[in-house]
RNA sequence: GGUCUCAUCGUCUAAUGGUUAGGACAUUGCCCUUUCAAGGCGAAAAUACGGGUUCAAUUCCCGUUGGGACUACCA
């Protein structure tokens, strides 16, 4: 049974380098048939924010990239735990912990520690100074004795508890999207695996809750490479078989360096605030690293699963690029609905814009093919619900002059009050102004122009036809007057 | 500094020994058109460098250079 897991720390928001990684081991789960875990690694009292497993796992459904196991969102949107092999958040399995390291000392695989924060800043300083690699000089283990220990722990003094790494010998392991990576054991630190404060640290937890929740293929960002080799010591001293191993290359800033908020949004809720689609940020967040091979960009979700494999994954880190993004949100918004995109949108519609959906359906059917996200939206269909700003400057065509736009507004304007109210199509303003500039010989510009700026104000906008369809008989008449009092 | 790791157009990528090195975004030219968007047709743009191996290297090996991650009682 393949199972996956996405265990995230709540101290922020959702990343989108987090979604990625989430969404990989979900494709990877789904595409084999298998199951996909949400736990919470809690394990950082200070780190940790009120409010930040909500904001992690409401971005993670907003997404779809829902869990089949482990943390997860009722229909009320409350958080539940839910599966076999609970509690999923670290904070809730201390015990665990604490019996697997008080294991791990009495068969001597790890021992207590009892150095302070000073004593351990000056090694590595001078370590660093004298070039050489850092890490732990294993005071305690060569000068404290067992009984020492015992003792001291059980007068209450601080202390953590360290891995004790083996000085001989190399740790290989087979990644799958790397393959075999090496590392000679006398460089790998002890690691501190429970830490004064009696709670665990990553590393302890992580190999501790893979296990038990019967993790098949740790999926994680590349990040954790150099720390892996402490995992499979830990695995090795559990008698535990070990998960396949799978690092995934980190989201750039446009710098090459690892993905960070100094170079804009990067929580997934921020985009969603902003009025992107899911669908599209998924879809452009799974390609970055990795692509089914064909010309294709587009795929849903469903199809993101059928094609996913791990093996296509690139090793090279990719540049977060917004601009892609924008594209792939303008593919998904083009093949939607009128009617889809006012549901979707009603977050960012005026009042006004949501109490005529009528008119609001017509107006987003003209202006969908121009914005890039949902909350250009309501700014860009403005203007056809309160008058725009006139300008004079824009009233003219740039092939045409003051005294032709004065001469041929109003001739438009009488053309189109000969048109009946209940006729007002856009179909039939159409054909009414095309007659008249046939039949005075006009070219189209110098008619088209004036009329459309006339009706909305803008530089850029929908055709003129469509917009007097929208406006009405009275409202369209009405702005040609204005325009025509500008001109003067 | 040490360890690990990566390297194709500006960006995302395709091509796992034989291609005019393909596509997409962005840039740009033209067409369409009243404007913008959309659409259509083009252009420019890449195998980091140096050695091997081979009849043949983007592809395999080595080195160089450059980038990145890690180097915490954070994850």
């Known amino acids: 049974m393949i199972r996956t897991r996405f265990a995230p720390s709540p101290t922020g928001l959702l990343h989108v380098g987090g979604l990625r990684t989430a969404l990989y081991q979900y494709l990877f789960a789904k595409n084999n048939g298998g199951k996909f875990l949400v736990r919470i690694e809690d394990t950082d009292r200070e780190r940790t924010v009120e409010g930040g497993i909500q904001n992690i796992l409401s971005s993670l459904y907003w997404a779809g990239v829902i869990p089949d196991e482990g943390?997860?969102?009722?229909?009320?949107?409350?958080?539940?735990?839910?599966?076999?092999?609970?509690?999923?958040?670290?904070?809730?399995?201390?015990?665990?912990?604490?019996?697997?390291?008080?294991?791990?000392?009495?068969?001597?695989?790890?021992?207590?520690?009892?150095?302070?924060?000073?004593?351990?800043?000056?090694?590595?300083?001078?370590?660093?100074?004298n070039k050489k690699p850092t890490g732990y000089d294993r005071f305690c283990l060569t000068n404290v004795s067992d009984e020492e220990a015992q003792r001291r722990v059980a007068a209450g003094e601080k202390?953590?508890?360290?891995?004790?790494?083996?000085?001989?010998?190399?740790?290989?392991?087979?990644?799958?999207?790397?393959?075999?990576?090496?590392?000679?054991?006398?460089?790998?630190?002890?690691?501190?695996?429970?830490?004064?404060?009696?709670?665990?640290?990553?590393?302890?937890?992580?190999?501790?809750?893979?296990?038990?929740?019967?993790i098949s293929h740790v999926i994680r960002g590349e990040e954790w490479i150099s720390s892996t080799p402490k995992h499979i010591q830990l695995y090795k001293c559990f008698g535990w078989e070990l998960p396949v191993f799978a690092h995934l290359s980190l989201l750039l800033n446009s710098d090459k360096s690892k993905l960070s908020?100094?170079?804009?949004?990067?929580?997934?809720?921020?985009?969603?605030?902003?009025?992107?689609?899911?669908?599209?940020?998924?879809?452009?967040?799974?390609?970055?690293?990795?692509?089914?091979?064909?010309?294709?960009?587009?795929?849903?979700?469903?199809?993101?699963?059928?094609?996913?494999?791990?093996?296509?994954?690139?090793?090279?880190?990719?540049?977060?690029?917004?601009?892609?993004?924008?594209?792939?949100?303008?593919?998904?918004?083009?093949?939607?609905?009128?009617e889809e995109i006012f549901e979707k949108a009603g977050a960012w519609l005026t009042p006004e814009q949501k109490m005529n959906p009528e008119k609001t359906k017509k107006v987003i059917a003209l202006e969908k093919d121009r914005i890039k996200n949902f909350s250009e939206l309501s700014g860009s269909i403005k203007f056809l619900y309160e008058l725009p700003e006139y300008s004079k400057e824009l009233l003219i065509w740039k092939k045409s002059n003051l005294a032709e736009v004065q001469n041929i507004l109003p001739q438009i304007k009488t053309v189109l009050s000969k048109i009946e109210e209940k006729e007002w199509s856009k179909l039939v303003v159409e054909q009414s102004v095309m007659s008249m500039v046939k039949e005075k010989g006009y070219n189209n510009g110098m008619v088209l122009w004036p009329l459309r700026v006339a009706l909305s104000g803008q530089e850029n906008s929908p055709g003129p036809f469509e917009i007097a369809e929208v406006l009405g008989k009275t409202e369209s008449q009405l702005r040609i007057e204005i325009s025509l009092s500008k001109l003067a």
């Open 159 to 214: 202390h953590v508890i360290r891995l004790k790494m083996p000085r001989e010998g190399e740790t290989k392991f087979k990644d799958l999207i790397r393959g075999e990576v090496v590392f000679k054991n006398e460089l790998v630190d002890d690691q501190v695996l429970i830490k004064s404060d009696g709670f665990p640290t990553y590393h302890l937890a992580v190999v501790v809750d893979d296990h038990f929740m019967q």
């Open 261 to 338: 908020k100094r170079q804009g949004d990067v929580s997934v809720s921020e985009y969603e605030k902003n009025g992107y689609l899911p669908e599209a940020l998924v879809n452009f967040v799974a390609f970055l690293g990795w692509n089914p091979g064909g010309e294709r960009e587009i795929f849903s979700l469903e199809e993101l699963v059928k094609e996913f494999d791990l093996g296509k994954v690139n090793k090279t880190g990719a540049v977060f690029n917004l601009e892609k993004l924008d594209w792939f949100n303008k593919e998904y918004l083009k093949n939607l609905s009128a």
């Open 71 to 129: 943390v997860k969102l009722n229909e009320k949107g409350e958080m539940i735990q839910v599966g076999d092999f609970g509690p999923y958040i670290q904070s809730e399995r201390l015990e665990i912990y604490q019996k697997h390291a008080e294991f791990l000392i009495e068969n001597k695989f790890a021992y207590h520690c009892f150095c302070t924060a000073d004593r351990l800043d000056q090694i590595r300083h001078s370590q660093q100074e």
